[in-house]
């Protein structure tokens, strides 16, 4: 039956063990993420995002996949920001009940299951198979936490028999030693295809993947599936082994290539969608549906409404597009998990902090308004610590930057909200409110427009006290 990777030049035997971590803990530690995950969702969109959910997830994947002897610095963190969150209705009582009590006991025992599982796997000998390696890589896919573990490793008796290395340079150069890999990782079928050990160990959650699918690279070219069946020895120490096929070969003609990345035909850009179109003056935007907009018509009545159809539009009327002259965001001081939210819709215009003009491109696309020039969205992707730093204009402007961010249109509404929530709560001191302004600017509009001439123009500027008005024409639809 032939190995899911390649065998060495000297054609030695090579085996595959996969080591199933047990740990009552973290395991209850796992749930009670997910659970949390599923009952703030309907809170927050991403909850995942939020400081003390990231913190949660970093201390699972550290946990199960670095071996450190101590997590104190981590569950220190943990403490802090679990404190300053408030947990509302949302979360039951219970799960917030079981989450003290799982973090009391990882403070009496902050040992990584990771740590463990090595430690009983080469000093106490606990698989037998193993007994006499002296050496072994244990491979780190991210670089970050590669400083952080080489310390321990230098301090501890790992350090007389282990190899720290990273995972590429692995895969590039390949190695006489067993090649450990750990955590929730997905095993790609290019660690197989390049043979990085003789012996290739994975240490994994046993509550991870009882079943590895058909389309796994553990599945052998027989359709066999191999990995983590209920058939796996449990040790004393909490580790159960599968050894598999060995001393088989296999032609390169039987290996599947590596991952497929699907990528767009030239020209065609994910990020944008078909929408209709409209022409205003001599320039097409996108029609997005739903988004309310200042409409004026020929004889300068204004509605400000949604715009669910195109239909709703008549070539000879204006489209207004409003610049708040005194557009400012006060100093809020908002709590992290506001600044987590926030950062959902912020991170994504950043990859374009060195070519604004592009970014802009897309939020026009998107329907943005002229607001959305060059100089804003710079404003608009600043970190929310000192300031708010969103368009004025959310139904248009900021709707944009959501589904450029690939946000769901089912979350934008409540995103809108939080940015009336920080405004309301900043002019609820001696300011107006936000639904005030919109009157305001729909109150100077029309007195604007009580002075113009009855003149048939392609486009119109206006200036109010504390608004522009670009009015231009709608000359065509489709």
């Given at each position: 039956?032939?190995?899911?990777?390649?065998?060495?030049?000297?054609?030695?035997?090579?085996?595959?063990?996969?080591?199933?971590?047990?740990?009552?803990?973290?395991?209850?530690?796992?749930?009670?993420?997910?659970?949390?995950?599923?009952?703030?969702?309907?809170?927050?969109?991403?909850?995942?995002?939020?400081?003390?959910?990231?913190?949660?997830?970093?201390?699972?994947?550290?946990?199960?996949?670095?071996?450190?002897?101590?997590?104190?610095?981590?569950?220190?963190?943990?403490?802090?920001?679990?404190?300053?969150?408030?947990?509302?209705?949302?979360?039951?009582?219970?799960?917030?009940?079981?989450?003290?009590?799982?973090?009391?006991?990882?403070?009496?025992?902050?040992?990584?299951?990771?740590?463990?599982?090595?430690?009983?796997?080469?000093?106490?000998?606990?698989?037998?198979?193993?007994?006499?390696?002296?050496?072994?890589?244990?491979?780190?896919?991210?670089?970050?936490?590669?400083?952080m573990v080489s310390n321990?490793?230098?301090?501890?008796?790992?350090?007389?028999?282990?190899?720290?290395?990273?995972?590429?340079?692995?895969?590039?150069?390949?190695?006489?030693?067993?090649?450990?890999?750990?955590?929730?990782?997905?095993?790609?079928?290019?660690?197989?295809?390049?043979?990085?050990?003789?012996?290739?160990?994975?240490?994994?959650?046993?509550?991870?993947?009882?079943?590895?699918?058909?389309?796994?690279?553990?599945?052998?070219?027989?359709?066999?599936?191999?990995?983590?069946?209920?058939?796996a020895l449990v040790l004393?120490?909490?580790?159960?082994?599968?050894?598999?096929?060995?001393?088989?070969?296999?032609?390169?003609?039987?290996?599947i290539d590596d991952e497929?990345?699907?990528?767009?035909?030239?020209?065609?850009?994910?990020?944008?969608?078909?929408?209709?179109?409209?022409?205003?003056?001599?320039?097409?935007?996108?029609?997005?549906?739903?988004?309310?907009?200042?409409?004026?018509?020929?004889?300068?009545?204004?509605?400000?409404?949604?715009?669910?159809?195109?239909?709703?539009?008549?070539?000879?009327?204006?489209?207004?597009?409003?610049?708040?002259?005194?557009?400012?965001?006060?100093?809020?001081?908002?709590?992290?998990?506001?600044?987590?939210?926030?950062?959902?819709?912020?991170?994504?215009?950043?990859?374009?902090?060195?070519?604004?003009?592009?970014?802009?491109?897309?939020?026009?696309?998107?329907?943005?308004?002229?607001?959305?020039?060059?100089?804003?969205?710079?404003?608009?992707?600043?970190?929310?610590?000192?300031?708010?730093?969103?368009?004025?204009?959310?139904?248009?402007?900021?709707?944009?930057?959501?589904?450029?961010?690939?946000?769901?249109?089912?979350?934008?509404?409540?995103?809108?909200?939080?940015?009336?929530?920080?405004?309301?709560?900043?002019?609820?001191?001696?300011?107006?409110?936000?639904?005030?302004?919109?009157?305001?600017?729909?109150?100077?509009?029309?007195?604007?427009?009580?002075?113009?001439?009855?003149?048939?123009?392609?486009?119109?500027?206006?200036?109010?006290?504390?608004?522009?008005?670009?009015?231009?024409?709608?000359?065509?639809?489709?």
């Open positions: 039956m032939p190995m899911p990777f390649k065998i060495w030049q000297d054609h030695s035997p090579a085996k595959l063990y996969i080591l199933r971590i047990k740990h009552d803990i973290y395991y209850q530690l796992n749930c009670i993420y997910h659970q949390l995950c599923s009952q703030l969702k309907s809170e927050y969109y991403r909850p995942e995002e939020l400081p003390l959910l990231k913190a949660l997830n970093n201390l699972l994947i550290t946990g199960l996949t670095l071996p450190l002897p101590s997590l104190s610095d981590s569950l220190d963190k943990l403490k802090t920001l679990q404190q300053d969150f408030h947990f509302s209705c949302l979360v039951s009582k219970e799960l917030e009940q079981e989450l003290n009590e799982v973090l009391k006991q990882l403070q009496k025992n902050p040992e990584t299951p990771v740590f463990s599982a090595l430690e009983r796997l080469f000093l106490d000998n606990s698989v037998p198979e193993l007994a006499n390696i002296q050496r072994f890589n244990f491979s780190l896919k991210y670089s970050c936490h590669f400083d321990v490793f230098h301090e501890h008796e790992f350090n007389s028999f282990s190899q720290l290395s990273l995972l590429e340079e692995t895969l590039k150069k390949g190695s006489n030693h067993p090649l450990i890999l750990t955590g929730l990782t997905n095993w790609y079928q290019r660690f197989f295809k390049i043979p990085p050990a003789k012996n290739l160990i994975l240490i994994t959650p046993s509550w991870y993947s009882t079943k590895i699918k058909h389309d796994n690279p553990f599945t052998t070219y027989a359709d066999i599936t191999i990995g983590l069946s209920s058939a004393p120490a909490q580790i159960s082994t599968l050894t598999l096929y060995t001393d088989e070969k296999i032609t390169q003609e039987q290996f497929l990345i699907t990528e767009p035909a030239p020209g065609v850009d994910l990020m944008e969608k078909p929408l209709s179109q409209l022409k205003l003056a001599n320039d097409w935007i996108t029609f997005e549906p739903g988004k309310k907009t200042v409409i004026v018509s020929s004889d300068h009545q204004v509605r400000y409404e949604p715009l669910h159809s195109i239909s709703q539009l008549t070539i000879g009327e204006y489209w207004v597009d409003v610049e708040d002259k005194n557009e400012t965001d006060s100093i809020i001081n908002p709590d992290q998990d506001t600044i987590a939210q926030m950062e959902i819709w912020k991170k994504p215009m950043r990859r374009f902090a060195t070519q604004p003009n592009l970014l802009v491109k897309k939020l026009r696309s998107y329907g943005a308004t002229s607001r959305a020039n060059e100089q804003n969205v710079c404003h608009w992707m600043k970190p929310s610590h000192n300031g708010i730093f969103a368009p004025q204009d959310l139904e248009n402007d900021f709707r944009a930057i959501l589904h450029f961010a690939n946000i769901p249109v089912e979350y934008h509404q409540g995103f809108i909200q939080l940015i009336n929530k920080l405004r309301s709560t900043n002019r609820s001191q001696g300011r107006i409110t936000f639904a005030d302004l919109t009157n305001q600017m729909l109150s100077e509009l029309k007195a604007l427009l009580s002075t113009v001439l009855q003149t048939d123009v392609d486009s119109l500027q206006l200036q109010s006290t504390n608004y522009i008005f670009q009015l231009r024409k709608i000359t065509d639809l489709h």
